[in-house]
């Protein structure tokens, strides 16, 4: 795998969804993952990223990772590269959103 995008999300589903559009492109034209770190949103924010991923069929290159705690941004990150590093996907670059 080139590259992994890791965004990091908190009641901001809207965005997310939004960034996941942009990257589709992208995404399709190389060899690229991305990861949505969910923060533990107070909201409805896993499920409707859950439902958008579904709604696309876009689960083959988005990985969903709802978290039991909000332990910010830093944790949030760390939270996708340690999936990541259990899956053997570790990348040759990593852009951090």
């Not at 978290?67 to 899956?87: K, P, V």
Request: charged residues 15%; proline residues 3%.
């Amino acid at each position: 795998m080139k590259y992994v995008v890791v965004i990091v999300n908190y009641c901001t589903a809207d965005l997310v969804c939004d960034c996941l559009r942009s990257l589709h492109a992208e995404v399709l034209s190389g060899n690229a993952k991305v990861v949505v770190v969910d923060n533990h949103s107070p909201d409805d924010s896993v499920h409707q990223i859950s439902f958008f991923l579904k709604e696309n069929a876009w689960s083959h290159w988005v990985q969903l990772l709802p978290q039991q705690h909000n332990m910010g941004f830093a944790a949030g990150n760390n939270a996708a590269i340690r999936w990541l590093l259990s899956q053997g996907m570790m990348p040759d670059f990593l852009m951090l959103l």
